[in-house]
């Protein structure tokens, strides 16, 4: 049985996947502090609370949080008996490998989310992650990233207009009813989202064009959803992809290891 970990920034994600489909996922804050012992704890507790009784021998991890990996390659080691994937490592083989500039180093969740996207849709596609960071990942017709964008995250904007100017509260992102807000958190919660339609519509169209070639946008990531109120502005909506690539990443090194 395999367990598939992405740690991003924010939240670490831990799914169990038995060959056809993931049956648990759990979601936890990411804490570098966090033993192998306390992840252990935690896990087994939420397995034996919703009756999950499998043995778990195969782990693979993507970390955007390099601090963290130490402590889930314990825990792979010392509860789970096996010696994890991590994509990014020398030993984890790619399907396709990212083709860009020499020496840049490409982050593994983009890597993953190429994987999984390609596997799902074929190539020639767009990836929009809605993370810490908002992201965009193009991926080419043989399914290797080939480049994108980095923006920042929504609740990261958020955050950063909140703490820059006194008079602005803290607010929960949402579709606003009207473009035009009356009172201060419409007029926040406007700017934010629209903002946002705005800059996937941009950056989506400009890559199109630059490329020259039709393609899908494919989302995923927490605030997805919300932005998938926009009309066509996704193609499709992936809620798992990341994890969905982390089982294709698995299966590619099984076979050709």
Not at 182 to 196: D, I, L
Request: aromatic fraction near 8%; glycine fraction near 8%.
């Amino acid at each position: 049985m395999l367990l598939a970990i992405d740690c991003g920034n924010t939240n670490t994600v831990f799914s169990i996947w038995d060959g056809k489909s993931f049956i648990a996922t759990w979601r936890t804050s990411t804490e570098w502090q966090r033993t192998a012992d306390q992840y252990y704890v935690w896990l087994s507790t939420l397995m034996e609370f919703q009756k999950i009784d499998v043995a778990i021998n195969e782990v693979i991890i993507s970390s955007t949080v390099p601090r963290v990996v130490f402590n889930l390659r314990v825990l792979s080691d010392r509860y789970f008996n096996c010696r994890p994937l991590v994509v990014g490592k020398p030993d984890c083989l790619l399907p396709q490998p990212p083709r860009v500039d020499e020496g840049t180093q490409v982050g593994p969740d983009r890597v993953v989310n190429a994987a999984g996207a390609f596997d799902r849709h074929s190539g020639n596609l767009i990836v929009v992650d809605f993370g810490t960071a908002t992201t965009f990942d193009v991926v080419d017709t043989d399914g290797a990233y080939v480049g994108g964008v980095i923006a920042p995250g929504v609740n990261l904007s958020l955050e950063a207009l909140h703490n820059a100017a006194a008079a602005l509260p803290h607010v929960d992102i949402s579709k606003p009813q009207r473009v035009v807000g009356t009172n201060t958190v419409a007029c926040m919660q406007s700017g934010v989202f629209w903002g946002y339609i705005g800059l996937v519509r941009e950056i989506c169209a400009r890559i199109k064009a630059e490329r020259g070639v039709p393609m899908q946008v494919i989302a995923t990531g927490g605030l997805a959803p919300l932005f998938q109120q926009a009309e066509n502005l996704f193609d499709a909506f992936e809620d798992d992809l990341t994890m969905h690539g982390l089982t294709v990443i698995h299966k590619y090194n099984k076979d050709n290891t």
